[in-house]
């Protein structure tokens, strides 16, 4: 599918896209429709920015049938748009965010940078 002039490549890190592709499908399609408008440069009304990387790394949170799911993405990079990771938070202690995911975020994003700077960069 060609890309238009304004909207940004989406690259899937790691297993982003089937971890997105296994949550309810009505989370899907939010985050789905989320992404498209960031590729477009706009930034989703439910995103927000993810502590711990920096500016430009962003989540999208839906909150469906009583779980919370979030995408986490970052928009660092001028031309292209990177999904580092898609989960159902699950956290046995309260509103923080596992030390897994936040370590598998944190790697994503190198490996996103690399792929940015072999990729992307003239």
Known sequence: ???????????WIGSSKKDLIALPADVV??????????????????????????????????????DTYRAIYTVRFAKAVYVLHCFQKKSPSGIR??????????ERLKVAQQHYKEHHES
């Open 1 to 11: 599918m060609p890309v238009s002039p304004k909207e940004k490549p989406l690259h």
């Open 97 to 106: 965010t596992a030390q897994s995911d936040i370590d598998l975020i944190h």
């Open 29 to 66: 399609d939010d985050f789905g429709y989320a992404l498209g408008a960031v590729q477009m440069g706009a930034t989703p009304a439910q995103a927000k920015p993810w502590k711990g990387e920096g500016s430009g790394v962003l989540e999208l949170v839906e909150k469906y049938m009583g």
